[in-house]
């Protein structure tokens, strides 16, 4: 059992901390997706190194083909989760309430985001449209519900 300053009234509580993700006791949207960044860096470094040193080819230049190729990683994963964290959390604080639908919002801007390099409008919107299916999936397969968890004031 999590042990918690705020009563659950207060706050949702973190699957894994005691800190409140979602509330008025949450962070602000500033620093939740500070947070998305950071991750998203993480696993850039990560995927280069699980999956990226066979896209390097050959040994000379290979410390900048790797260095490249973590840069690349992780910009992609950063601003990917970092546009997930600030559309979810400013729509969480806007509609005042921890539903699908900010994750439904978070997901289809950082999914529109992801593929705003392709010259095709109607993939932008059907990645943008998928990525929010994904996203706000993820919500009803990963929190935890109790009663009455969705609404704060």
């Given at each position: 059992?999590?042990?918690?300053?705020?009563?659950?009234?207060?706050?949702?509580?973190?699957?894994?901390?005691?800190?409140?993700?979602?509330?008025?006791?949450?962070?602000?949207?500033?620093?939740?997706?500070?947070?998305?960044?950071?991750?998203?860096?993480?696993?850039?470094?990560?995927?280069?190194?699980?999956?990226?040193?066979?896209?390097?080819?050959?040994?000379?230049?290979?410390?900048?083909?790797?260095?490249?190729?973590m840069g690349r990683n992780c910009f992609g994963f950063a601003s990917f989760l970092g546009v997930y964290s600030a559309v979810t959390c400013t729509a969480e604080k806007a509609r005042r309430r921890d539903d699908a639908w900010n994750n439904f919002l978070g997901g289809a801007a950082a999914?529109?985001?992801?593929?705003?390099?392709?010259?095709s409008l109607r993939a932008v919107v059907q990645t943008s449209l998928a990525t929010g299916c994904v996203c706000a999936s993820f919500f009803f397969l990963l929190k935890p519900r109790r009663k009455d968890d969705d609404v704060y004031t």
């Amino acid at each position: 059992v999590l042990s918690s300053p705020f009563t659950d009234a207060d706050a949702t509580i973190a699957m894994f901390s005691d800190c409140p993700t979602t509330g008025p006791y949450a962070p602000p949207c500033g620093s939740r997706c500070f947070e998305g960044v950071a991750r998203g860096s993480m696993i850039g470094v990560a995927w280069t190194f699980a999956y990226g040193a066979e896209e390097i080819p050959g040994i000379p230049g290979k410390t900048r083909s790797l260095a490249m190729t973590m840069g690349r990683n992780c910009f992609g994963f950063a601003s990917f989760l970092g546009v997930y964290s600030a559309v979810t959390c400013t729509a969480e604080k806007a509609r005042r309430r921890d539903d699908a639908w900010n994750n439904f919002l978070g997901g289809a801007a950082a999914g529109a985001f992801a593929a705003v390099e392709n010259p095709s409008l109607r993939a932008v919107v059907q990645t943008s449209l998928a990525t929010g299916c994904v996203c706000a999936s993820f919500f009803f397969l990963l929190k935890p519900r109790r009663k009455d968890d969705d609404v704060y004031t």
